[in-house]
């Protein structure tokens, strides 16, 4: 297979690459590939730092990948990091694929480097936790593509969306990939349509690195299904219709963003879109499809417990705290945000687990394990961004002694003994940064080669 030599020569990375990095790497790459490699300027972000894509080769088709799509997202950045350099120094895999590529390592770098306090390790919970950080939904360049649907009007993409839309009316793609990735779990794939024949290379991708599938609960109830892990690709308009019918009120009220660079590629350009979710750490339990010892609907419900009381600490810390938080700053921005509709989104979540008659066959080990344990993980990174929201006052305020310095220290705490706790639970380990991006890449070269073959997605 063709993914397989490419991918025997991915380095054994130890680390991600911070934008500056990534940055003189693309420079590099450039200088010592003439003709072959070009470094196209396509916008600037919000903070006014250039986003570039690289221009690789010059065949009939056309394919746009992007990095960092959000900023705690790393991995394709690095995938890209490996491709660009193959693909500027092999031409004959270049012409074997036929593509003219533009490659975006990063289309957040501001946000970014808001993360690169956990891109050196220790890959731990509690480590990514105290340093991560993803922007509200409204400041988010993979949702703030423009759309109109029933009630919501979304007419305001911030200027890394817009450097994204300049790029894929220039490329007009016929196959795009946006770089996710997931925090804990397993891998999982979201395509723009059906495309049956992919399914088992994607699977076989998987198996040959020794990664497990994502087997529990969809990221989102209303995914369509697929395959195994494979599903297609939801959009606002589905966000929509799911709230419009287990919310209880106007979607747009709750919805605070525009929809995807997936929805605005296949109608500027009838491009086939691959997401490609890998995960930095996983348990074994992820895939196991045993029965458990719980019916679905009390697992998902017990999920929205847990998710409620990890937000109800968080709450109410930061409604004590708020009207100290005076300095601009990302992290109080973006959890106003996060805490401000998540309610209504746990709300409409219970709506849908009591009612879909779906839910009440037992639950796999797998869904028990994503519901009861993935959750609390995922609440560690709500408790993360208030303590950075916490040290990023103290830092510019200078008041490392008063009142903030006293919540800081209890919020820390509170952070550590969450995952000291959820740590404990779990047979948990990370993922080889090596073997992330041979998946990523290696489900883009089967994807690119089944469209140029002119596959029926």
Known sequence: MLWRDVCDAIPDYERFLTVD???ESSERLRERSPGVVELVEIGRSRAGHPIRALRIGSGPRRAVLFGCPHPNEPIGAMMLEYLSSRLAEDAGLRDKLG????????IDPDGTRLNEGWFRGPF???????????????????WTFPIRYKTLVWEKPIPE???LMRLIDLARPDFMYSLHNAGFGGVYWYVSRPCPPLYERFHGIVRDQGIPLSLGEP????????????????GTRDTYDYYEKYAGKDPATIISAGTSSVDYAREVAGSFVLVCEVPYFYDPRIEDTSPADISRRDAVLASVEIDAEARDYVERVFASVRDRLTAPSPFVTALTDFLRHGREGLEAKRRWAESDPDLQRPATVAEKFDNLQVTRFYRLLL???LHRALEHQIAVAGDGAGELET????VYGELERRAAELESQLNWR??????????????ALEAARYVAEGGEC
């Open 21 to 23: 990095e990534l940055e």
């Open 383 to 385: 408790l993360g961004l």
């Open 99 to 106: 593509y003219t590529w533009y490659l975006v390592k990063c």
């Open 161 to 163: 969306t817009q450097a």
């Open 219 to 234: 990221e989102m109830p209303f995914a369509k299904k697929y395959a195994q892990a494979i599903f297609e690709m939801p």
């Open 124 to 142: 731990t919970l509690f480590n990514y936790a105290r340093h991560y950080y993803r922007p509200a939904g409204f400041e988010q360049a993979e």
């Open 430 to 443: 990370p993922i080889p940064i090596r073997k992330l991006v041979a998946v990523q890449l290696a489900s």
């Open 407 to 410: 919540v800081r220290a209890e």
